[in-house]
């Protein structure tokens, strides 16, 4: 897999192997949305400083989600492992959105971002600016979540959606990438020692994986 229309045919592949209400199908639906996106942004060539290294990055992040989406539940990180144990769960389909944005952005980001600055031979600080000018094509994909989530919560009760409402207003994008980018520049700074570097990836799964079972609490 070497372009964005490659993780976009294998986005689709999946797709169309799963059922429309598994979880891991809601996370990949929204997930393919802003990879089109990103993908018309790169097409345009005005978008972005380093075309070339937001492309590789897009690979690189995407094969994380591939990665956890292929893996045995033994083999799955803790970050990934509370959708893939609710996906047939009775919840609201943006808790598997939200839990699945949660684990991509705030475990797999990072990841990506350091091993894609590696791989270029540039530092965090030189790609910040192009990282950010990606925060606001996600605030728009998210919106359109939070907006179909509000028409459904018009025709509900409000004493059976109210504290689904208060569990998903917890969780914000822009505070998830903030937050993504402290573990950037945190394990930029470790990538020399392997001991170090591991403690931080390995801390940052179990967090990660905690705010996302969170995300995936029942409430109603």
């Given at each position: 897999?070497?372009?964005?229309?490659?993780?976009?045919?294998?986005?689709q592949?999946i797709?169309?192997?799963?059922?429309?209400?598994?979880?891991?199908?809601?996370?990949n639906?929204?997930?393919l949305?802003?990879?089109?996106?990103?993908?018309?942004?790169?097409?345009?060539?005005?978008?972005?400083?380093?075309?070339?290294?937001?492309a590789?990055?897009?690979v690189?992040?995407?094969?994380?989600w591939?990665?956890?989406?292929?893996?045995?539940?033994?083999?799955?990180?803790?970050?990934?492992?509370?959708?893939?144990?609710?996906?047939?769960?009775?919840?609201?389909?943006?808790q598997?959105?939200?839990?699945?944005?949660?684990?991509?952005?705030?475990?797999?980001?990072?990841?990506?971002?350091?091993?894609t600055?590696?791989?270029?031979?540039?530092?965090?600080d030189d790609?910040?600016?192009d990282?950010?000018?990606?925060?606001?094509?996600?605030?728009?994909?998210?919106?359109?979540?939070?907006?179909?989530?509000?028409?459904?919560?018009?025709?509900?009760?409000?004493?059976?959606?109210?504290?689904?409402?208060?569990?998903?207003?917890?969780?914000?994008?822009g505070?998830?990438r903030?937050?993504?980018?402290v573990?950037?520049?945190?394990?930029?700074?470790?990538?020399d020692n392997?001991?170090?570097?591991?403690?931080?990836?390995?801390?940052?799964?179990?967090?990660?994986?905690?705010?996302?079972?969170?995300?995936?609490?029942?409430?109603?």
């Open positions: 897999m070497t372009s964005v229309d490659d993780v976009i045919a294998r986005m592949s797709a169309s192997a799963l059922e429309p209400t598994d979880g891991a199908a809601v996370f639906r929204v997930y949305e802003v990879t089109a996106m990103v993908r018309d942004r790169l097409a345009a060539g005005t978008a972005f400083t380093d075309d070339a290294f937001m590789d990055l897009d690189r992040f995407a094969q994380l591939f990665r956890a989406y292929d893996a045995s539940p033994a083999s799955r990180s803790r970050a990934w492992s509370p959708l893939f144990e609710s996906r047939r769960r009775d919840l609201a389909p943006i598997f959105a939200l839990a699945g944005m949660n684990a991509h952005i705030e475990h797999d980001l990072p990841l990506a971002v350091v091993a600055c590696l791989s270029h031979g540039r530092r965090p790609v910040r600016a990282y950010e000018k990606v925060n606001d094509l996600l605030a728009e994909v998210e919106s359109g979540i939070r907006r179909s989530f509000l028409d459904d919560l018009g025709r509900a009760l409000d004493d059976e959606v109210g504290p689904l409402a208060h569990l998903i207003a917890a969780w914000d994008i505070k998830a903030e937050a993504a980018w573990s950037v520049c945190l394990l930029w700074e470790l990538r392997p001991f170090l570097d591991l403690l931080q990836r390995t801390a940052l799964d179990r967090t990660v994986g905690l705010g996302s079972r969170l995300l995936l609490t029942p409430v109603t």
